[in-house]
């Protein structure tokens, strides 16, 4: 499963630290500090609003060179930006298959680093899930080739080097995977201009302008918001139902999603597609890597209204969307929408604690060192608890899972955490249980906390599917 040679480099976790800061000042400059919080004031409203940056979409069915490199890109209005760019832009490529279809993807590194990247909720087996075992020294490649066998939702992909991820990731480097297919088709939900995809995240800027990158161990907080690498952008709309896939790509930040008008969403999907039914909701909380499918309704709504997307817990404007063109749309807004088989009888249980900023039940990460093994199709129960600094959003690679189950702190589950998931947050003081079911792939996977910088400070672990 592992390749015959690669760069193993035993790096303490004071020198990851140092490392990300050297690594990130090749390409950036300055010496503010991210806010250690939260919950940051809400700057003042800005003069200027910028159109947002939609990245093109990649079809498959042809092979593709991926590039990951540094870049200069447009943040709006001509402000232009140092940062790592898959293809030349921010986020990379949207690209966009069906069950059936391969992806032939071959990924170059033209960074001054080593780089892998993980195809974030794709099933795929261990040699095409990015793992940081196969990461390429700068100029190297890395050939994918993996057929599509899992059904409609917004996945994602992004660099996944031990010890290096939350740099590049913070730098810029990531980008949309859209699976479509024919359960999702009937349901005539709005497609073409009337569906975005929206990579939320925050970011800082040194003084001139560039991407920087601050690690703390407790995560990087940036100070601006951006929308598909937008700063203060808006989105010129129809009155008509629209359909917006929401990817949360920060290191460690939490949004608390809401619409100003009071308006709910209509709540259909999540990480792993399509919810078994619409709900109503008036604001959604999304931790980094968790995604949500939402529609928003602009219809009967005056030419000339404005509503922003805001972040609730910081305060933030995020994204304008401003009425421009009145046309008729009879879209439905469906209520029943998928079949979510549940699963049940599990046959064993794991506890996985997470323990500060660095262990997974008491251990720091070891790329060569397998922790445990999962048989193939048996259905087990995951219990993951907390023992200090959290929040940790636990991600599972290799297939999705079912959540069951809060008990302590928040004390529910929440309607986006539904249907099938591949990360789930746990706060301080939580206790979260999972049902989860490997039967697509045998081979090696990962399990570990999503706030990047507790990733690349050793709260990873190492598994087989046997």
Not at 291 to 299: E, G, M
Not at 347 to 363: C, L
């Amino acid at each position: 499963m592992r390749p015959s040679k690669g760069l193993n480099v035993a790096i303490s976790r004071r020198g990851f630290l140092a490392g990300a800061t050297v690594s990130s000042a090749l390409l950036v400059v300055g010496a503010d500090v991210a806010s250690g919080t939260n919950a940051l004031a809400a700057p003042p409203a800005p003069q200027t609003r910028y159109p947002l940056y939609v990245p093109p979409t990649v079809g498959l069915g042809n092979s593709y060179n991926l590039d990951a490199a540094p870049a200069t890109v447009d943040l709006g209005g001509g402000n232009l930006s140092s940062v790592l760019a898959y293809n030349g832009t921010m986020p990379g490529p949207s690209f966009r298959g069906r069950p059936g279809e391969t992806a032939l993807i071959t990924l170059g590194n033209q960074l001054p680093e080593e780089t892998i990247t993980h195809w974030h909720g794709m099933i795929v087996d261990h040699e095409n899930d990015g793992h940081p075992v196969y990461a390429i020294p700068p100029g190297g490649t890395y050939n994918y080739s993996f057929v599509i066998n899992q059904r409609a939702a917004l996945n994602w992909y992004h660099p996944h080097p031990h010890m290096l991820t939350g740099g590049q990731v913070a730098l810029g480097l990531a980008g949309a995977f859209i699976i479509n297919d024919a359960e999702e088709d009937a349901l005539g939900l709005p497609g073409g201009a009337y569906e975005v995809p929206l990579v939320v995240r925050d970011a800082s800027l040194d003084s001139g302008g560039n991407l920087k990158y601050t690690p703390k161990g407790g995560g990087f907080l940036g100070s601006i918001p951006l929308v598909n690498g937008t700063r203060e952008p808006y989105l010129n709309v129809d009155t008509a139902l629209y359909r917006f896939r929401v990817l949360c790509g920060s290191n460690a930040r939490i949004f608390g999603l809401a619409l100003s008008n009071g308006a709910p969403f209509t709540l259909i999907g999540n990480d792993g597609g399509l919810l078994a039914s619409a709900v109503q909701i008036g604001q959604i909380d999304v931790s980094p890597g968790e995604r949500v499918d939402v529609l928003v309704d602009f219809r009967g709504l005056p030419v000339g209204t404005t509503i922003m997307l805001r972040d609730q817990r910081a305060g933030w404007d995020l994204l304008e969307f401003r009425v421009t063109q009145q046309v008729s749309d009879p879209t439905p807004v469906p209520t029943a929408l998928s079949t979510i088989t549940p699963l049940t009888n599990p046959v064993r249980t794991r506890v996985f604690s997470f323990d500060g900023m660095s262990r997974i039940n008491g251990q720091v990460y070891d790329v060569n060192r397998i922790d445990f093994e999962v048989p193939f199709g048996d259905v087990e129960l995951w219990r993951f608890v907390t023992n200090g600094n959290a929040p940790h959003p636990v991600h599972v690679h290799g297939t999705p899972f079912q959540v069951v189950s809060r008990t302590n702190g928040r004390g529910q589950l929440f309607p986006w955490e539904s249907g099938w998931k591949d990360v789930v947050l746990l706060e301080d003081r939580e206790t979260v249980e999972i049902l989860i079911q490997f039967s697509a792939y045998r081979g090696e996977y990962l399990l570990h906390c999503h706030k990047l910088e507790h990733e690349d400070m050793g709260m990873m672990s190492n598994f087989v599917v046997v």
